[in-house]
């Protein structure tokens, strides 16, 4: 077999078989394939889609590049829950612990942010102390005594993803269905849990700008994951504006403690529900949405959810007291209000271009290497449909620097008011099984 010959039948449209794609896949991990030959490769699979059958080839040949997680040893049903990156998107800090204030286990190897959408083990670790490298022992007891843990990668898994993803990130190779669904669903195989809940974004601060091909997107992974015997439920939502009214790193972990304690902003809180009510419905936990509903009210009431957080931050050496006392956060100097410069509504809010002032601002990484500064941020006052005063605050800048002007100008020009108001997009756009 030549790897030039497989990137010419895939160029003129023909399948490739099992064979041929392990030839790809094994041959790049171990270096006898070229980073130039996978290139074309990749940008091949761009312009002739992956079809389901080699969706399905890439995604096993992806999970058996690398190790397993085996989960047999913890005790009760284990559930994942994977987002495809959104701004502001805080979700699992608090999904996660409701989930494990009802007994499910989450294990969750998690990721770091790059470009204008933050990680969530970088919010972990705006935490003073949180240690996100535990090991793998301290990992399984962790979950089986609290249910909840929540670390970096510490096994080799998917080691072809590591090396595919960083190479499509230079070769514009990135936005393809069949690509980006064998990545995240060879990561979550290999993760171990039978339950799996995938929010998909939607809009202008995610992969998939429209709905229809985040409903390509979400399809081709519940299948994929199906096809493994895995439950799958994807959830379509709305990442026109950020999720929230915090983005950067302690400042979303504040508002998930705040959402916890029962004070979360109306669209987000709503999100949180809807994501948990789910898992507790696939798991048989809760027979309905009205009753998952109650009852997750009844555990962010009890502050139990909020313990599981407490708890988990205890078990990975954090110091849980900045639950109370937020002070315990690392501080900025300045806080700077933007005033608007009209009267009217907000119409739109993009979510990728306030990713892109946040990060600015050193809440998030250009290059992979770069130090993320955990406390600035953008506390947002106004979102999509509120009314505001010419003068009033839009947001606040939480900053080390006076000097913002850039950003302060730039995002006058993202929040876009006008004279009436729009409906307001709702933020569960679609649920798929
Ligand atoms: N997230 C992933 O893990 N992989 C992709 O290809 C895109 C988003």
Do not use: W
């Amino acid at each position: 077999m030549r790897a030039v010959d497989i990137i010419i039948r895939k160029k003129q449209g023909f399948p490739l078989t099992k064979e041929e794609i392990h030839f790809l896949i094994d041959g790049y991990v171990k270096g006898t394939i070229p980073d130039y030959q996978m290139s074309a490769f990749l940008m091949a699979v761009c312009f002739v889609p992956l079809t389901e059958e080699e969706q399905y080839y890439m995604t096993m040949e992806m999970l058996q590049s690398g190790e397993q997680l085996d989960l047999s040893n913890i005790n009760g049903i284990c559930v994942d829950k994977h987002s495809t990156g959104g701004v502001g998107d805080k979700t699992t800090l608090v999904v996660g612990p409701i989930v494990a204030s009802f007994g499910l286990k989450l294990a969750k190897m998690s990721g770091r942010g790059l470009g204008h959408t933050g990680g969530t083990l970088d919010k972990l670790e705006s935490i003073p102390n949180f240690q996100i490298n535990i090991t793998p022992q301290e990992f399984f007891k962790q979950v089986n005594e609290i249910s909840i843990a929540v670390v970096g990668q510490s096994f080799n898994m998917v080691p072809a993803d590591k090396k595919l993803y960083a190479l499509r990130d230079v070769t514009g190779t990135v936005e393809s269905i069949g690509l980006i669904a064998s990545s995240i669903i060879s990561k979550k195989l290999a993760s171990g849990a039978k339950t799996i809940l995938l929010d998909v974004k939607v809009g202008d601060g995610a992969f998939m700008k429209d709905k229809k091909s985040a409903i390509e997107l979400a399809n081709a992974m519940v299948k994929l994951g199906k096809k493994n015997n895995r439950q799958m439920i994807a959830v379509l939502t709305n990442m026109e504006e950020p999720l929230g009214r915090m983005v950067g790193n302690s400042l979303e972990v504040i508002e998930a403690i705040e959402t916890l304690k029962g004070n979360g902003e109306e669209k987000f809180t709503e999100l949180c529900y809807e994501l948990s009510s789910e898992l507790l419905i696939e798991t048989k936990i809760c027979k309905s949405k009205e009753e998952a509903y109650q009852k997750i009210k009844e555990k962010i009431d009890n502050k139990e959810a909020l313990e599981k957080l407490r708890q988990m931050i205890n078990y990975q050496h954090g110091n849980s007291n900045v639950i109370d006392d937020y002070s315990l956060f690392p501080q900025v100097k300045y806080k700077i209000d933007v005033p608007s410069l009209k009267t009217g509504y907000v119409r739109m809010l993009k979510a990728e271009e306030i990713g892109h002032c946040a990060m600015l601002l050193g809440a998030g990484r250009k290059n992979k290497e770069d130090k993320i500064d955990y406390a600035v941020g953008i506390v947002l006052n106004k979102k999509v449909g509120d009314f505001v005063h010419q003068g009033d605050s839009l947001c606040t800048i939480y900053s080390q620097t006076r000097d913002i002007q850039e950003i302060i100008n730039k995002i006058q020009t993202i929040y876009q008011i006008e004279d009436n108001n729009k409906n307001n997009m709702p933020i569960i756009l679609e649920i798929i099984r």
